[in-house]
């Protein structure tokens, strides 16, 4: 292992073998370990945000596994001279896919009467909080969380509708 | 506290300095607010939610000046009207220079619109 390395070549040669590679050169190995190492530092470094953010001094495992819910929508790219790891997805995609999750948990969550009537937080996929006032519930979620791309849904019959009678609304898609 | 309308708008209309701020952070940015009693939500410019690398939270229903509905994204922020309130409410925003202060703002202050002699007064936040 060299000095700065914290994972073995050995170890990754075994997980590499064990999904049926005969062959593998020793290069592959090290550029794996270096993209896993790059990952792991991404997630402790937003892992470490979101206890911050929490008031917590200990890193606990769900601040692991949110954090590698954002690292994990990322992907690996490569540039002309070094391999780089690009965002996969802006904060409005992220937005868009909290949101995707929100209305495929609908139907489900409308049927629980705990939900019926309220606000739900999406993040990662999943509910994270639940509240009766869509501020207070946004304000709750940054707050634990950190300032984290989420949906905020509205589990009910009505839809609230505003009106705001200006030119610009309709000119802006 | 009282404020002057703003003559450079045509006919003179009542603005004035407003500080919007990202929810959990120190970044912050003054830009004129609109007073708009006919608009139900406080609007921004698409400008500052660039500016101020905001995430949209959640989205509504819009009805504009047409009738026609619009689906828009929503966005958690701090507005400060300065010496004067401080709050934490659901924007949207829109291609325009200024904010537009809707009645979810607006209902929360004492306002007296003197348009003979072209000034307002906050009396009560």
């Known amino acids: ?173 | 506290m009282r404020f002057r309308y703003d003559v450079s708008y045509f006919p003179p209309a009542p603005l004035i300095d407003v500080i919007v701020s990202r929810p959990e952070s120190d970044k912050k940015i003054k830009v004129k607010g609109k007073i708009d009693t006919g608009a139900d939500i406080t609007v921004i410019p698409k400008s500052l939610v660039r500016k101020l690398g905001l995430h949209p939270m959640s989205t509504i229903s819009v009805r504009g000046y047409n009738g026609k509905l619009v689906e828009r994204k929503t966005y958690l922020i701090g507005l400060e009207i300065k010496g004067v309130c401080c709050m934490m409410i659901e924007v949207i925003d829109v291609k325009r220079k200024d904010v537009l202060l809707g009645r979810d703002v607006l209902n929360k202050l004492k306002l007296l619109l003197d348009g003979k002699k072209l000034e307002f007064e906050i009396l009560d936040p």
Do not use: W
């Open chain 1, 1 to 173: 292992m060299s000095k700065d390395s914290k994972i073995s070549l050995a170890s990754l040669d075994r997980i590499i073998r064990e999904m049926g590679v005969k062959r593998v050169s020793s290069s592959a190995v090290e550029v794996l370990r270096e993209i896993l190492e790059d990952i792991a530092a991404e997630i402790a470094r937003r892992a470490r945000e979101i206890a911050d953010h929490a008031g917590r001094k200990t890193v606990i495992a769900d601040d692991i596994k949110l954090a590698y819910l954002y690292a994990f929508d990322r992907r690996i790219s490569r540039s002309s001279d070094s391999l780089s790891v690009a965002r996969a997805s802006a904060p409005s995609n992220r937005f868009e896919k909290e949101k995707r999750a929100f209305e495929e948990m609908k139907d489900k969550l409308l049927r629980d009467p705990n939900f019926q009537g309220k606000y739900v937080a999406v993040v990662g996929g999943k509910v994270v909080d639940v509240g009766e006032d869509k501020i207070e519930l946004a304000k709750r979620v940054y707050k634990k969380y950190g300032y984290i791309p989420m949906f905020i849904g509205f589990l009910g019959k009505r839809k609230r509708v505003v009106e705001v009678p200006s030119p610009e609304i309709e000119c802006v898609g």
